[in-house]
């Protein structure tokens, strides 16, 4: 994996971001075509978004969970070293619509810190093989 490749459909997802950036601080050089990798890295998909937990009474929502999810798989050559994996981690906060600029930014660090759990999910299965 000395020279790698990330095949992405969004190379401006959180995902890729953080991944290509864990990549290079691990010292793997990064292609920008498959042709030059020794293996290729393929995120199928990346997606990101979250969904109401519960309402109040007045059917206003009061708990939300962010959800993010990837498929991705790992190839050299040939050789499929690690078949499609699809991971999904999720967190849960309680919503104020009081406090809408304050509950944003806590969705914000929590899709962050969902983020840099996949990265370090995924690194952690790629440094077995």
């Known amino acids: 994996m000395e020279r790698t490749y990330i095949a992405t459909e969004d190379r401006y997802s959180q995902f890729y971001r953080a991944f290509e950036k864990r990549m ?29 937990l519960s309402v109040s ?12 999810t990837i498929a991705y798989s790992l190839d050299s050559g040939t050789n499929n070293l690690l078949p499609q994996q699809t991971l999904t981690l999720t967190r849960d ?5 009081t406090l809408v600029l304050g509950k944003a930014r806590e969705e914000e660090l929590l ?4 983020v840099d759990d996949l990265v370090r ?7 077995t093989l």
């Not at 009474?57 to 993010?68: D, F």
């Not at 899709?111 to 969902?114: D, E, G, W």
């Open 24 to 52: 290079l601080a691990s010292g793997v050089e990064l292609t920008e075509s498959a042709v030059d990798a020794t293996a290729t890295f393929s995120i199928g998909f990346d997606t990101t978004a979250q969904r109401v």
């Open 57 to 68: 009474a007045r059917n206003v929502p009061t708990e939300y969970e962010v959800y993010y």
């Open 93 to 97: 906060y309680t919503y104020d619509s």
């Open 111 to 114: 899709r962050k810190a969902i």
């Open 121 to 127: 999910i995924v690194m952690k299965q790629i440094s």
